[in-house]
């Protein structure tokens, strides 16, 4: 019989949110023989003002020309999904590891109790041994996505419940603890910061080529995530990390 490997469930609020916070983990887990990588997206990502400015008829900064799509909410999930589906297959998770879920949140509304929903749901599917990994709840002096927040609450009072028992929380990267403000947060929180190798550095910078920044229109690919959030793509380019808090330590 095959070893039994040991499943992980991460957890992405919105198509980008896996890559900029948590790429580099999911990279450095989808290589471990002993891991089977799952991920969950569980809103649709349908607010996001990238569609205003694809839909827009204004030339666009990022590729100077005009962009007049015309994408109906429909059409622009649709686009989002496809960027999700690359970016993921790009760091390494099977197609049928992908889990878009049917019954996920519209984008801003994913309260706490629906968020715990849909980890109990995939919990009973995969397990109670199964180890959930997501966004950090951290609100430390910034404002943090609602969608975000709410997802980071709800794996954390399950696993106070002791719903599963193994969980890692992530910092998004405009969070990142620079200067002064590195050595008290990191203290403080127990903020792991993890080695990164060369190779997995690069493995990133393709992905991030191949999903979110991707823009061929004659082909529905329209670098949705890039156009949504330029400033975070453009300093996660840059600052490519990895930074965790144990669970316990969360406020
Ligand atoms: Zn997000
Ligand atoms: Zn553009």
Redesign the pocket.
């Known amino acids: 019989m095959a070893d039994k490997k040991d499943i992980v469930l991460y957890f992405?609020?919105?198509q980008?949110?896996e890559l900029l916070t948590m790429g580099v983990d999911i990279c450095k887990t989808c290589l471990l023989p002993n891991k089977e990588v799952h991920i969950v997206l569980c809103t649709d990502g349908s607010k996001s003002p990238a569609r205003q400015r694809l839909n827009s008829n204004k030339i666009c900064q990022i590729h100077h020309q005009i962009h007049n799509y015309n994408l109906s909410e429909e059409e622009f999930i649709k686009a989002r999904d496809c960027e999700f589906i690359a970016s993921c297959t790009a760091m390494g998770i099977p197609l049928e590891n992908i889990h878009i879920y049917e019954k996920r949140a519209v984008d801003g509304s994913l309260s706490v109790e629906y968020a715990k929903e849909i980890i109990k749901h995939f919990v009973s599917i995969y397990g109670k041994d199964v180890e959930i990994r997501t966004i950090a709840p951290f609100r430390f002096g910034r404002y943090q996505?609602e969608?975000?927040y709410n997802l980071g609450l709800a794996a954390k009072a399950l696993l106070k419940e002791r719903f599963f028992k193994k969980s890692k929380f992530f910092i998004e990267s405009y969070h990142y603890p620079k200067g002064k403000r590195k050595f008290v947060l990191s203290l403080f929180f127990n903020m792991q910061k993890e080695e990164i190798s060369d190779e997995i550095r690069s493995k990133i910078e393709r992905v991030i080529q191949q999903s979110y920044t991707c823009w061929k229109p004659e082909e529905k690919r329209y670098a949705i995530g890039y156009h949504c959030v330029t400033d975070i793509f453009e300093y996660y380019k840059n600052n490519i990390a990895s930074y965790s808090i144990k669970s316990r330590l969360i406020k």
Request: proline letters at 12%; glycine letters at 0%; a negative charge.
């Open positions: 992405s609020p919105h980008d949110d996505h969608d975000h």
